[in-house]
């Protein structure tokens, strides 16, 4: 079946730690997003791509990385940099970015620090 | 500025009551379009529907229907018939195309649905 693969589904950091999330799509989509969910919040965007090589900023982009070496994946890195990491993080595609595309979702990562 | 409102936090209904979910918007482009989202309690978003601004015609899907009104640009969902299935929460998103490229999707801040049994 095709469809986004988000591991873990949970993760932990430690103070001044790097992690990062996975994020995987059999779906040949060109387009990938990166969002962070918090309690009460609406869908913030972090970083998007819309080819291999190539991504951008989202809102919220101060304190993540990302790189997009394959179709298929597009890792998000949270570094120290970011001091309040604690949210759900769902990462997206769609056939393209632009137009009305519907966005397909993974089931999330919580990430937690401890 | 574009802005999704979801006044409701939280919604709770018996099985079998009819509940509607109120999306209001604001946006200055003439172009858009409208999304709703269910999130199930396994967390990942699943799309429900998409509206462009041209078309106002209300849709039904089942038990789902969904009324447009750029007069008070609102985008509301209504659930015929609960079920406990539909327990989730359900986002409302507002996408616009200012120019080419520089698309923007907004997301509210969902409505929380418990269909109690």
């Known amino acids: 079946d095709g469809g986004i693969t988000q591991s873990p589904k949970y993760l932990f950091r430690k103070e001044g730690q790097n992690v990062t999330l996975s994020c995987e799509q059999n779906l040949n989509h060109d387009a990938m997003y990166w969002y962070r969910q918090d309690p009460g919040q609406g869908l913030r965007l972090i970083y998007y791509s819309q080819i291999v090589n190539d991504f951008q900023k989202g809102d919220i982009a101060e304190g993540y990385s990302v790189s997009r070496e394959k179709k298929e994946s597009f890792p998000l890195t949270v570094t120290s940099a970011q001091k309040n990491p604690t949210a759900f993080y769902l990462c997206?595609?769609?056939?393209?970015?632009?137009?009305?595309?519907?966005?397909?979702f993974g089931s999330g990562t919580q990430l937690s620090v401890l | 500025a574009q802005k999704v409102t979801q006044a409701q936090t939280e919604i709770s209904v018996v099985e079998k009551e009819d509940v509607t979910l109120d999306c209001v918007y604001e946006?200055?482009?003439?172009?858009?379009?409208l999304f709703w989202y269910k999130q199930p309690p396994s967390g990942e978003l699943v799309f429900l529907i998409r509206r462009n601004s041209f078309d106002e015609q209300n849709e039904i899907s089942g038990r789902y229907s969904w009324n447009f009104q750029k007069s008070t640009s609102s985008f509301n969902f209504t659930i015929t018939a609960s079920q406990v299935v539909d327990s989730a929460v359900y986002f409302c998103a507002l996408r616009t195309s200012p120019n080419f490229g520089n698309e923007k999707l907004t997301f509210g801040t969902g409505t929380r649905l418990t269909i109690i049994p």
């Open positions: 997206a595609s769609s056939i393209r970015r632009t137009g009305n595309e519907k966005l397909f």
């Open positions: 946006t200055r482009d003439t172009t858009y379009y």
